[in-house]
């Protein structure tokens, strides 16, 4: 991908690296998934960039960027108010917030904290929160596994250690496509590779950090409220966030579109690129002015 780069000065002193590719109609904000960089979006930013401004950036202790002083800061919460604050040092709000995987929730978030910079959202295989609730809706159970993921961030040497093998990406790619995480004969390859070296370069401090704040975080009462133009994506074969959840958020969001992709697994937006950009120019040709 290719754009033109600058820094956002935070509030409580860290900075963040963005990108802006293309310029022109009502720009696209993106929040990435789970521990994961912008190298997501590559496809969608050569779709839209000839004629929308697209603006990539990674979240605090992403991206090759050092972990930040606060550690409780790389959090959904936090992100949503840091994609807040590149948007406006971009001069581009509002914008069509839109999200991937974990990046739902903080787009969802972004929502709640800011409505005025989101003129519409673009949800693509995620959920609106407590992911492990399709696995036990128990707190006790969400609260040890939040823990479980601090503890592993708190593990040093050993954490690294056992993050390093994920730079070599074929036991990391079995595992994407055993979990319905990617589609074995689909997902293009340099995809993963580039999804497990980042996560191998990053400080477990921050990994643990995130993963708590994943599994604690639910913006389901946040539902109901949204007043902005929503398109929802799936994929029928998503074991990560199941079909049900994009069912779910589609109904209660009231005049939202849900796209379903039949035979398609979490990372549907770079198996059928063609396709979920046709599904996205659809759902914006029909915004009111």
């Given at each position: ?121 673009i949800l ?19 609260k040890a ?100 959840i994009a ?43």
């Open positions: 991908m290719t754009g033109t780069g600058f820094a956002a000065s935070l509030p409580d002193g860290e900075s963040l690296r963005y990108t802006v590719h293309g310029a022109g109609e009502v720009p696209i904000l993106v929040h990435n998934g789970l521990v994961s960089s912008v190298g997501h979006w590559r496809f969608l930013v050569r779709h839209f960039a000839d004629r929308r401004a697209v603006i990539t950036w990674d979240y605090r202790g992403h991206g090759g960027a050092a972990a930040p002083r606060d550690l409780a800061t790389c959090c959904i919460d936090r992100f949503a108010d840091d994609g807040h604050a590149v948007l406006h040092a971009a001069g581009m709000a509002p914008a069509l917030v839109t999200g991937l995987s974990f990046g739902v929730q903080v787009a969802l978030e972004h929502y709640r904290r800011h409505p005025g910079d989101v003129r519409a959202l693509i295989c995620g959920t609106y929160g407590h992911p492990l609730d399709r696995l036990s809706t128990s707190a006790v159970v969400r596994m939040a823990e479980a993921a601090r503890a592993f961030g708190r593990s040093g040497r050993l954490g690294q250690a056992l993050l390093a093998p994920s730079a070599r990406t074929p036991l990391g790619r079995e595992l994407a496509y055993l979990t319905g995480g990617a589609h074995r004969a689909l997902c293009p390859r340099e995809v993963l590779d580039d999804l497990f070296a980042h996560v191998a370069g990053m400080d477990p401090r921050v990994i643990g950090a995130v993963v708590a704040s994943y599994f604690e975080h639910t913006a389901e009462d946040l539902l109901p409220r949204i007043a902005v133009p929503t398109l929802i994506i799936a994929g029928d074969r998503d074991q990560l966030t199941p079909l049900s069912e779910k958020m589609h109904q209660q969001i009231r005049g939202s579109r849900l796209v379903v992709f039949p035979g398609h697994s979490h990372l549907v937006q770079v198996e059928k690129p063609r396709e979920v950009h046709a599904a996205i120019d659809a759902f914006l040709a029909e915004l009111p002015g």
